[in-house]
């Protein structure tokens, strides 16, 4: 199994900024993939930003320019800065990765993991 933790969630003006972190723990042989989704009340889940193990990022039109995910391979930690935020990227953030796993001498390849959510409330 693997746990995800997150943090830095909060509430803020618009134009402010806030940094997201995530800490990836348990059974992990590689991380293929860390990413955020994020969803608002009354909208289907969507994806925020990803970053592969090579560091290929991809963000949603959105949020481009604004916001930009990275990395801590060695601390298998991802973060989301947000910077200039609007009233729109009011959401639950979640934390995603995709990992190769070994738990009791089984072997996964590809498990997905999401984290329990930090909301993310920007007034106007």
């Known amino acids: 199994q693997v746990q995800l933790v997150e943090s830095g969630g909060g509430s803020v003006q618009a134009g402010g900024s806030l940094r997201l972190s995530c800490a990836a723990s348990g059974s992990i042989l590689a991380i293929n993939a860390m990413g955020w989704y994020r969803q608002a009340p009354g909208k289907q889940r969507e994806l925020v930003a990803t970053i592969t193990s090579d560091g290929a990022t991809n963000h949603r039109d959105s949020v481009k320019g604004r916001f930009k995910i990275s990395r801590d391979n060695a601390q298998n930690t991802v973060y989301l800065q947000m910077n200039s935020l609007k009233p729109e990227d009011t959401a639950v953030y979640y934390c995603?990765?995709?990992?190769?796993?070994?738990?009791?001498?089984?072997?996964?390849?590809?498990?997905?993991?999401w984290g329990q959510g930090t909301q993310v409330t920007v007034s106007s």
């Open positions: 995603y990765t995709n990992v190769d796993e070994l738990e009791s001498e089984v072997f996964s390849r590809g498990s997905n993991y």
